[in-house]
């Protein structure tokens, strides 16, 4: 299978720890994102890193790529109750820009 | 302005019936993308749009399925004689340009349900 996968499969942490998920993947990529998804909705775009970058903040976000590694990972820093969420990586494959491909996911529960 | 839609919300449908999904992409975006979710698990590739064209349709799980777009604007998902392993959320989703380089806006997807 070409599917990433992202590690844990469920994280449950306190209120205001930090959350670190991973994703791995295959093969050769262009770039990676990061999307969230609340129970039954859509997924919602979080963060795009590119591979030739190593990491990316956006407000409590920090995402690095490790391409030698092909391993991704998501921070997400002071967690609150409202992060919780599935979190899930796609990406494109090289020479392949338009065929994007998502993990399974972390479930992340955030306890109050 | 508004965001991807898709429609309807919720099927119930019996082992053997044909389904037809539909999504309404935000307007300008010249890609479209179909996932399946089963319950819990990640999204399934199913087949990614151009305009009208379908350069991919290698996730698509069988001949029972099909997609077509229409006027590079609203999709839809055929499935044909259901069975009870379609039961899933079909997500939809586009992008203004090329999907590595934008971020896809989702629809809150089809709830499908085969008895």
């Known amino acids: 299978s070409q599917q990433g996968e992202e590690d844990p499969q469920a994280l449950s942490i306190q209120e205001g720890e930090n959350a670190t998920m991973n994703c791995s993947y295959k093969?050769?990529?262009?770039?990676l994102q990061w999307y969230r998804q609340n129970s039954g909705r859509g997924l919602v775009h979080l963060i795009l890193i590119r591979s030739n970058e190593r990491e990316k903040h956006s407000g409590r976000l920090r995402v690095t790529l490790d391409t030698s590694k092909k391993s991704s990972s998501l921070l997400i820093t002071a967690s609150r109750a409202a992060d919780t969420a599935s979190y899930f990586c796609?990406?494109?494959?090289?020479?392949?820009?338009?065929?994007?491909?998502f993990g399974k996911g972390t479930r992340l529960h955030i306890l109050p | 302005g508004a965001g991807v839609s898709q429609s309807p919300s919720n099927k119930v449908t019996e082992k053997g019936k044909d389904v037809e999904l539909r999504c309404d992409p935000i307007?300008?975006?010249?890609?479209l993308y179909w996932y399946r979710q089963s319950l819990g698990q990640g999204l399934e590739f199913l087949i990614y749009f151009q305009g009208n064209s379908a350069p991919d349709k290698s996730g698509l799980p069988s001949d029972r399925f099909s997609a077509e777009r229409t006027g590079g604007s609203v999709s839809t998902l055929t499935i044909q004689r259901t069975q009870q392993e379609d039961s899933a959320v079909y997500l939809c989703a586009s992008t203004e340009g090329v999907g590595g380089y934008s971020p896809l806006h989702f629809g809150n997807g089809t709830r499908l349900t085969v008895t």
């Open positions: 093969t050769s990529i262009n770039n």
């Open positions: 307007s300008g975006h010249t890609a």
């Open positions: 796609s990406h494109t494959f090289l020479n392949r820009d338009d065929k994007i491909i």
